[in-house]
């Protein structure tokens, strides 16, 4: 670059149609008076928006070519796979943004290759439906084979994934989804093809929050059955073990079951295994835990349908994506209506004990500052039969509880998400005699336990540090705000008088650090009255139990997350192969 003048270069911007006239002189006047070179003229023109770092790095490199594929100015590169490069471009009359995948120059001349990308794109403009990356266009130059595709603004569900907590989708969140990859199956289905690389990367979410099925390159086709595919080597492994013949049409639902079990675990059911030997092995497919052994708050209905897309018996499977569709459509009716178990009622459970007892369950009032974690904590107390009010700024929500009239029974403070103001607003009780007696519990995370030490606690003032059990957390704010309930029931195991380990800990002299504001004390303080004589426990502990089931309620062992092999968007053929060929996988 330094040995091209800054006219060389405007010629060379304006010739490749990269910048106008006016957006030169823009950058020429960001300047001012002072003198500049090409270089510093291209890192102006970056900051300005005028060219990408893509751009700036190729007219940098002396490059000429490589700024277009037909109509499309190319912004910069998505991804990368083994058989081509995916590219955000804008049309340059229109502004359109797309994706151009573009397949790799060493297989320009592989005239297999250059069969199988015209047949993805060939498919890609037949498939078009709201849960498919449609193809717009294809061509093929002397120097390029390329496809235009819908550039779609999001994440892939691999990379949603890995941001979660614990690798969990919310059940809402993650039954939505899935509804819209199996839908985008059925669609393809009912036309004649298979998918044949479900997979997390190959979901993307776009802004919106739909989800969008990418890369039908390994699909099959009944229609072109000599058409010779690639096929990932799960599919392979599963059709193997099964013993039904190859491009077995219930395979995509096999593997879209596999996903919706790890949104809702966080743990990959077959695991990550990248040796050939070891993905082509049938323990993989024969040792699955079933969903609700490795994480049983996921809700029954949804554990239902997971295991019937996952039976290793083909045909106990799903016999087709239209009909696992059916049973998502009415899981998403009850997750949305709250009726998310077909064997408890949690409300009638609860108000059934409740009426035993001539007790009203207590209204909750929750200060928590995270809109997706209110939506939790409502759903969650709603679910359990208590009433529930969400406020995220701790002032109106002590105004709120000086009313005389509030009718709240307990307060819940969430300082994992509003900080040092919920001790605050914790100890501020206490400065009203209207507030002095309400029952409140201080949530606190692993690096906020030193600031129990600040909270002014009592046998009705609890600091609980996380991760607690949701229904743990409901039975503890039961218990303080309705004493009644548990009156004369004590543990065998302790003299009538005495204190709980959580109780004891509140009155002991804290240290910096508040060792003793554990998760195991609160736990034990919630634990249910050994006598069940007067107190309907396993009716309640049901109930609660269904509460749970209704949330993405953190487990008590986090399982572990096991992320995918890296697939890049819309590019991946990569680890595929024909699993006759006996060949290496690509890599």
């Known amino acids: 670059m330094s040995e091209l003048s800054v006219d060389d270069l405007t010629q060379r911007l304006l010739s490749l149609d990269l910048l106008d006239m006016g957006k030169i002189r823009d950058v020429e006047n960001s300047f001012g008076s002072q003198n500049f070179t090409a270089e510093q003229f291209l890192q102006s023109a970056q900051r300005l928006g005028y060219l990408t770092k893509y751009q700036v790095e190729r007219l940098s490199s002396g490059e000429t070519t490589g700024f277009y594929y037909g109509d499309y100015r190319i912004q910069y590169m998505i991804g990368s796979g083994s058989f081509a490069r995916v590219f955000r471009c804008v049309h340059k009359t229109t502004g359109k943004v797309v994706a151009v995948k573009v397949l790799r120059a060493r297989f320009r001349e592989d005239k297999t290759a250059i069969d199988e990308f015209t047949r993805e794109a060939e498919l890609g403009v037949e498939l078009r439906h709201p849960n498919v990356a449609a193809v717009y266009e294809s061509k093929s130059t002397k120097y390029d084979h390329y496809m235009v595709m819908d550039f779609i603004e999001g994440r892939t569900l691999r990379e949603e994934v890995k941001a979660q907590k614990n690798g969990i989708v919310e059940p809402k969140r993650a039954t939505r989804i899935v509804t819209d990859v199996c839908s985008a199956l059925d669609y393809a ?57 190859r491009d077995d049409k219930r395979s995509d639902v096999y593997f879209l079951g596999a996903i919706f079990y790890q949104l809702l675990t966080g743990v990959a059911p077959l695991g990550e295994v990248k040796e050939r030997a070891k993905r082509l092995d049938s323990a993989r497919f024969r040792n699955v835990r079933p969903i609700r052994d490795v994480a049983p708050f996921v809700p029954r209905v949804l554990a239902f349908i997971v295991e019937k897309a996952m039976k290793l018996d083909p045909e106990e499977r799903y016999q087709s994506p239209g009909a696992m569709l059916a049973d998502l459509e009415i899981a998403v009716k009850k997750l949305e209506s709250g009726e998310i178990d077909e064997e408890i009622n949690v409300q009638t459970s609860l108000a059934a004990a409740a009426k035993k007892e001539r007790v009203n369950l207590p209204t909750v009032l929750i200060v928590e500052a995270n809109a997706e974690l209110q939506n939790t904590f409502r759903q969650s107390f709603k679910n359990a039969g208590f009433r529930a009010l969400v406020i995220s700024n701790v002032d109106r929500a002590i105004e709120r509880l000086d009313d005389p009239d509030s009718g709240v029974g307990a307060v819940l403070f969430n300082a994992q998400t509003i900080g040092k103001r919920a001790v605050e607003g914790f100890n501020r009780l206490l400065d009203s005699p209207t507030t002095r007696d309400i029952p409140a519990v201080l949530l606190l995370d692993e690096t906020q336990v030193k600031w129990a030490a600040a909270a002014k606690r009592s046998k009705t003032r609890l600091a609980v540090g996380m991760p607690i059990a949701m229904k743990r957390l409901l039975l503890l704010l039961l218990k303080l705000s309705s004493p009644q309930l548990f009156e004369g029931k004590t543990d065998e195991a302790k003299p009538e008088n005495a204190e709980t380990p959580a109780a004891a800990s509140a009155e002991a002299k804290e240290t910096t650090e508040a060792k003793e504001v554990k998760t195991e004390a609160a736990a034990e303080q919630t634990q249910a009255p050994a006598d069940e004589s007067d107190f309907p426990v396993d009716d309640f502990d049901a109930a609660l139990d269904a509460a749970v089931d209704a949330l993405a309620a953190t487990p008590a062992v986090e399982p572990e997350v096991v992320d995918e092999p890296e697939d890049d968007y819309y590019a991946d053929y990569g680890d595929y192969e024909d699993y006759e060929s006996g060949g290496d996988e690509e890599k």
Not at 232 to 237: D, K, P, Q, R
Request: a positive charge; charged letters at 30%; zero cysteines.
């Open 189 to 245: 289905f009912k036309r004649g093809y298979q998918h044949r690389d479900m997979k997390l990367s190959n979901i993307m979410l776009s802004s919106s929050g739909k989800a969008v099925l990418l890369d039908f390159g390994l699909l099959a086709d009944d229609n072109n059955s000599n058409w010779k595919n690639q096929r990932a080597i799960e599919y392979a492994a599963l059709e193997r073990t099964t013993r039904v013949r």
